[in-house]
């Protein structure tokens, strides 16, 4: 397992951005496949985006492709997820997660990862 560390969340306006970050720590991070998920209040956890291990493919949920980009820098052992023109239903706490052993058809089932950071608050008001 690795140990992730989420970080970039706030108060934005709506329209506005903010760039995640998820650091890792742990030998063979660029091994791993990273997920982002959020979970609003009284919600089930929600996919956001996924990456590969080396940056290949990507993945994203319906509400967010086209407006959020993952990427992923190894010699950094960082991943991050920009999000542009945020809305309010956008509000949630952002968790990244990380597995060695995901398959394409699992990237967005939550139970399938087994590292899990702290989370970061995201809000963005209307």
């Known amino acids: 397992q690795v140990q992730l560390v989420e970080s970039g969340g706030g108060l934005v306006q709506a329209g506005g951005s903010l760039r995640l970050s998820c650091a890792a720590s742990g030998r063979f991070f660029s091994n791993y496949a990273v997920a982002w998920f959020r979970q609003a209040p009284a919600k089930e956890r929600e996919f956001v985006a996924a990456?590969?291990?080396?940056?290949?493919?990507?993945y994203y949920g319906d509400s967010t492709k086209a407006r959020f980009t993952v990427s992923r820098d190894n010699t950094k052992n960082t991943v991050y997820l920009q999000m542009n023109n945020l809305k309010p239903e956008d509000t949630a706490v952002y968790y990244c997660a990380a597995d060695e052993a995901i398959v394409e058809s699992e990237v967005d089932i939550a139970a399938e990862y087994d590292s899990w950071g702290q989370g970061t608050q995201v809000t963005v008001s209307s």
């Open positions: 990456i590969s291990w080396n940056g290949a493919n990507t």
